[in-house]
């Protein structure tokens, strides 16, 4: 778990995976009902989060039709910046293919070579068992 900022509201929060918005962010955007209290929040917060997840399926689906697609190429095509595809792969919602030879990220705790997120498996394990 890391420390990070939220996209929208700016407050700090414990980020544990997925998009980066603090649990009341989150929240607000996920209530069937608008209070007059928080209907300029919520409006507020809505739009962010919907690009960026629509931006999320649309370059997951561009990937399922060119899994041999570079980061440059994902990005020129997607109109997304590859930092923000780096953002997504260490979240672990995308990964590096096996046929990426040099694309690779190394565990931050000891050092392997890994597809997605922050640790290898096993460091993973070590960390909650």
């Known amino acids: 778990m890391e420390v990070q900022v939220c996209k929208n509201c700016r407050r700090l929060f414990n980020y544990v995976h997925g998009p980066k918005l603090c649990p009341e962010c989150i929240k607000s955007t996920s209530k069937d009902e608008i209070t007059k209290e928080n209907s300029e929040k919520v409006s507020r917060i809505k739009p962010v989060f919907t690009e960026d997840e629509e931006k999320y399926e649309q370059v997951k ?56 997120g922050r640790y290898c498996n096993s460091c993973k394990i070590k960390q909650h068992g």
């Open 61 to 116: 689906d561009y990937i399922m039709h060119y899994p041999k697609a570079t980061i440059v190429q994902i990005s020129e095509e997607n109109g997304i910046s590859p930092m923000k595809l780096l953002d997504w792969i260490r979240e672990d919602r995308l990964e590096f293919s096996e046929d990426s030879k040099d694309a690779w990220f190394e565990c931050v705790s000891c050092g392997a070579k890994i597809k997605s």
